[in-house]
T-cell receptor
Framework: RKEVEQDPGPFNVPEGATVAFNCTYS??????FFWYRQDCRKEPKLLMS???SGNEDGRFTAQLNRASQYISLLIRDSKLSDSATYLC??????????FGTGTSLTVIP | GAVVSQHPSWVICKSGTSVKIECRSL??????MFWYRQFPKQSLMLMAT?????????EQGVEKDKFLINHASLTLSTLTVTSAHPEDSSFYIC???????????????FGEGSRLTVL
């Protein structure tokens, strides 16, 4: 079983829509959780860390469910500029990182 | 925030030559750096974990004699693609972990990537 499972999509949504991505992880010892964004032909960049209490940054909300071992990312009021691949990353220690395959999002005018 | 710099951004070489890619952590010390390869429209694939002062740990299926990794200092890791062939053409990305103030809260910072084209 993969360490991190993520629906690759693609997700094609109209501008203004709300879209949610989920990601599951297999190892309950995982400690840190992140969402990264990767634009085409660019390196991944940290979008937000995910905390047990959930966290929100503008239109983006991330949540962690340790009991069910999944993390989620919610994007409200989608913009064209949100089109990218969103990577779920799980860390067991500071030096072990596991990636999901990434979810492709295209926001359509 | 922490910055990881990668050089060169683009490289075109002839088949059979070797190419070196550098990855530097600019404002923090990274005992561990990671090297990835990404083919078009595919996900990142971890190639190896580079440990300062010791041998790199390679993922299954990655040839250690072809992809030489050296992590000589806390701020520099290099990946050398030896005797490159067209099938090695890819986007190579490095990353380094910057530990936060709490154990286990480190996040990854990525270099800008190096696009290798082997003719």
């Amino acid at each position: 079983r993969k360490e991190v499972e993520q629906d690759p999509g693609p997700f094609n949504v109209p501008e203004g829509a709300t879209v949610a991505f989920n990601c599951t992880y297999s190892n309950s010892a995982s400690q840190s959780f992140f969402w990264y964004r990767q634009d085409c032909r660019k390196e991944p960049k940290l979008l937000m860390s995910v905390y047990s209490s959930g966290n929100e940054d503008g239109r983006f909300t991330a949540q962690l469910n340790r009991a069910s071992q999944y993390i989620s990312l919610l994007i409200r009021d989608s913009k064209l500029s949100d089109s990218a691949t969103y990577l779920c990353v799980v860390s067991r220690t500071g030096n072990q990182f596991y990636f999901g395959t990434g979810t492709s999002l295209t926001v359509i005018p | 925030g922490a910055v990881v710099s990668q050089h060169p951004s683009w490289v075109i070489c002839k088949s059979g030559t070797s190419v070196k890619i550098e990855c530097r952590s600019l404002d923090f010390q990274a005992t561990t750096m990671f090297w990835y390869r990404q083919f078009p429209k595919q996900s990142l694939m971890l190639m190896a974990t580079s440990n300062e002062g010791s041998k790199a740990t390679y993922e299954q299926g990655v040839e250690k004699d072809k992809f030489l990794i050296n992590h000589a200092s806390l701020t520099l890791s290099t990946l050398t693609v030896t005797s490159a062939h067209p099938e090695d053409s890819s986007f190579y990305i490095c990353s380094a972990s910057h530990l936060g103030t709490l154990a286990g809260t480190g996040e990854l910072f990525f270099g800008e990537g190096s696009r290798l084209t082997v003719l």
